[in-house]
């Protein structure tokens, strides 16, 4: 299905003028034809049934009469038939038998651009709907926003992870959006999710080794937490394969909630925090050490005092106590001899 653009068609002032003129004149015929039936004159009975005739009639050109607003437009179909599209802002007259068709027009999803000031009604799969009218018949070409809800997946390692994200779009085929696809709102969100897990099931929450996050079979650091501008990427990549026969184009993706689930968030906590100690216990060793060997080279070198083996291994002991311990050191001091 291709889009076709109907063009000259912002003539819908003139038609107005023309048919409310020819109201008026039918109006006038009535009057003036009225009682010109009762005097028996052959002009009275024609101009009477002309304007009688053209004031039931006229009402047909109303009805072809659209009014767009900037990034909006129109699907027409005549019985049937798809006759073409009509966008920009602007006063239009199309041929009066025509309709518009919008399969999501009364699907609401959880985005920008869906805001109805009527009653809602959730229907079962958790779209909302309202009362139709031919204001929402139009198609937004606008950018929206889609916050698909938080979904719960396994990351490569199996953990299951709790993620959220914000897809931006905008319909650029209305021809497709509208006869490719039974509802192109609910297609979209669908296709959201499950892009959504295929990239997240490649990547690990967190970075783990010997995971190859790029498929060229060399492991890397790609994780969920760490690449999140390269998932986002990736993701807004998948779901735009998969709504190009919708007509929609994808503008960007971006992770907007990114935990582990409740059921193992305490144990990774645990892990991340027992990780860090032990990151900083490497830390305060090798620090520690450093400055032993430091202590050892400046008393040879000035001949303070000297030491032997014995002595030596003592002293190092008694500084990396002193250097690695959690609590102030409270030292003992000999007053004897060392010897």
Not at 134 to 144: A, D, R, Y
């Given at each position: 299905?291709?889009?076709?653009?109907?063009?000259?068609?912002?003539?819908?002032?003139?038609v107005?003028?023309?048919t409310?003129?020819f109201?008026?004149?039918?109006?006038?015929?009535?009057?003036?034809?009225?009682?010109?039936?009762?005097?028996?004159?052959?002009?009275?009975?024609?101009?009477?049934?002309?304007?009688?005739?053209?004031?039931?009639?006229?009402?047909?050109?109303?009805?072809?009469?659209?009014?767009l607003?900037?990034?909006?437009?129109?699907?027409?179909?005549?019985f049937?038939?798809?006759?073409?599209?009509?966008?920009?802002?602007?006063?239009y007259?199309?041929?009066?038998?025509?309709?518009?068709?919008?399969?999501?027009?009364?699907?609401?999803?959880?985005?920008?651009?869906?805001?109805?000031?009527?009653?809602?009604?959730?229907?079962?799969?958790?779209?909302?709907?309202?009362?139709?009218?031919?204001?929402?018949?139009?198609?937004?070409l606008?950018?929206?926003?889609?916050?698909n809800?938080?979904?719960?997946?396994?990351?490569?390692?199996?953990?299951?992870?709790?993620?959220?994200?914000?897809?931006?779009?905008?319909?650029?085929?209305?021809?497709k959006?509208?006869?490719?696809?039974?509802?192109?709102?609910?297609?979209?969100?669908?296709?959201?999710?499950?892009?959504?897990?295929?990239?997240?099931?490649?990547?690990?929450?967190?970075?783990?080794p010997?995971?190859d996050?790029?498929?060229?079979?060399?492991?890397?650091?790609?994780?969920?937490?760490?690449s999140?501008?390269?998932?986002?990427?990736?993701?807004?990549?998948?779901?735009?394969?998969?709504?190009?026969?919708?007509?929609?184009?994808?503008?960007?993706?971006?992770?907007?909630?990114?935990?582990?689930?409740?059921?193992?968030?305490?144990?990774?906590?645990?892990?991340?925090?027992?990780?860090?100690?032990?990151?900083?216990?490497?830390?305060?060793?090798?620090?520690?050490?450093?400055?032993?060997?430091?202590?050892?080279?400046?008393?040879?070198?000035?001949?303070?005092?000297?030491?032997?083996?014995?002595?030596?291994?003592?002293?190092?002991?008694?500084?990396?106590v002193?250097?690695?311990?959690?609590?102030?050191?409270?030292?003992v001091?000999?007053?004897?001899?060392?010897?």
């Amino acid at each position: 299905m291709q889009e076709k653009i109907l063009t000259n068609k912002k003539n819908g002032m003139a038609v107005l003028i023309v048919t409310i003129l020819f109201m008026a004149a039918s109006i006038a015929g009535c009057v003036i034809g009225g009682p010109l039936l009762d005097a028996e004159n052959p002009i009275g009975a024609p101009i009477f049934a002309a304007s009688v005739v053209i004031l039931v009639l006229c009402w047909i050109p109303l009805c072809g009469l659209k009014v767009l607003k900037p990034q909006e437009a129109l699907v027409l179909t005549l019985f049937g038939k798809y006759v073409g599209t009509i966008k920009g802002e602007g006063f239009y007259f199309v041929n009066p038998f025509c309709s518009a068709v919008n399969p999501a027009a009364r699907t609401k999803l959880n985005q920008s651009g869906d805001v109805s000031t009527k009653q809602p009604i959730t229907a079962k799969d958790g779209s909302v709907e309202g009362a139709t009218s031919m204001e929402n018949k139009k198609i937004s070409l606008k950018i929206m926003t889609l916050n698909n809800n938080r979904q719960k997946v396994n990351d490569c390692l199996g953990n299951p992870v709790e993620i959220g994200i914000a897809v931006m779009w905008r319909i650029v085929d209305t021809a497709k959006a509208v006869f490719n696809v039974d509802n192109y709102k609910e297609f979209l969100s669908l296709q959201c999710d499950s892009a959504l897990r295929n990239v997240v099931r490649i990547y690990p929450y967190d970075v783990a080794p010997n995971v190859d996050t790029t498929g060229d079979g060399v492991a890397d650091e790609g994780s969920l937490r760490g690449s999140s501008e390269i998932v986002a990427e990736r993701i807004r990549k998948e779901i735009q394969d998969r709504v190009n026969q919708a007509g929609i184009e994808i503008i960007e993706a971006r992770i907007t909630y990114l935990a582990y689930a409740p059921e193992i968030a305490a144990v990774m906590l645990q892990r991340q925090q027992a990780s860090a100690i032990i990151d900083a216990r490497k830390m305060i060793v090798d620090g520690a050490v450093s400055m032993v060997e430091m202590a050892l080279a400046r008393l040879s070198e000035n001949n303070t005092v000297e030491l032997d083996e014995e002595r030596k291994a003592a002293m190092v002991s008694n500084l990396l106590v002193v250097l690695c311990g959690n609590r102030d050191a409270q030292p003992v001091v000999n007053s004897g001899s060392l010897y």
